[in-house]
């Protein structure tokens, strides 16, 4: 049964820039594209604008337009559209709860990520408990054109880390792209490692040495599930957002995880994520993650 891929849109630039990647990648993985528009009437001080047919037309128009959009350009595409009678924030959450993935517009490049986002994609990012992706409409002086590459950072090697590289494969996989892991490293404070551990380390030829083997076995089974997809592995010295960063140039996709609240009920995105959705030159994939 195909998936679906769910696109908030509000009639801005960054939202329909959103709704044109969903439509795209919908497409290309043969899943449905379902553009939804949270609308409740509120009141405004403008007589005219405070009339809620009035509001309820312009938000009708709002999907109705998008549509035409997403469906011009793929004809083939199933495309449902519904005005959500919620506010913006739960009714997002809901959605993307039965999503297989919900895509969100960001306004571009701004000083602090609270800017950047808007406050309700942050809200929504915080809390989702499926993919999300967050997408900016293309700047005039950014970058060349996408290579074929899913950048995806590599922060956990336990397997705790699995739903991320997993989305990483499968959208490597529908854009007959390849993979490129990248993880960071830095040198130990040294009363941070016992003995032991700077034997285990020395044994297996060093530092950088242990890091590639360690990123080498977090990929061994997506590459077993996905074995048409090129990998290629990067382990970098330096701070985690950096290494990332700097391999992102031209990407298609950047994948980042975010771990899910744990007993304290922590909403948090995490540094790396953080620069990511901020300095990344192409749309990130958000994937959540125990």
Known sequence: MPGTITVGVDGTDHSLAAADWAAAEASRRDMALRLVHAWVWQPLDTPVAA??????????????????RVTAAFPALAVTAELLPAEAVPALLSEAAE??????????????????????????????????????????DGPGPAIDEVVVGVQEVDGTGGPVLEFAFAAAAARDARVRAVRAWSVP?????????????????????????????????????YPRVEVVEHVGTGSAAEVLLSNASGAALMVVGRRLPGAHDLRRIGSVTHAALHHAPCPVAVVPHL
């Open 51 to 68: 009339d809620a047919d009035v509001q309820r037309r312009w938000a009708a128009d709002v999907l109705r337009e998008a549509r035409e």
């Open 99 to 140: 999503a297989d993935l919900l895509a969100l517009g960001s306004r571009g490049h701004g000083t602090v990520v609270g800017h950047l986002l808007g406050s309700v994609a942050l809200k929504v990012l915080r809390q989702a408990v499926r993919p999300v992706v967050l997408v900016r409409p293309a700047r005039r």
């Open 189 to 225: 404070a040294v009363f941070a490692w016992s003995p032991g551990s700077l034997y285990l380390a020395d044994e297996a030829g060093g530092l950088e040495r242990l890091e590639r083997e360690r990123l080498s076995e977090a990929l061994r089974p997506w590459r077993e599930k």
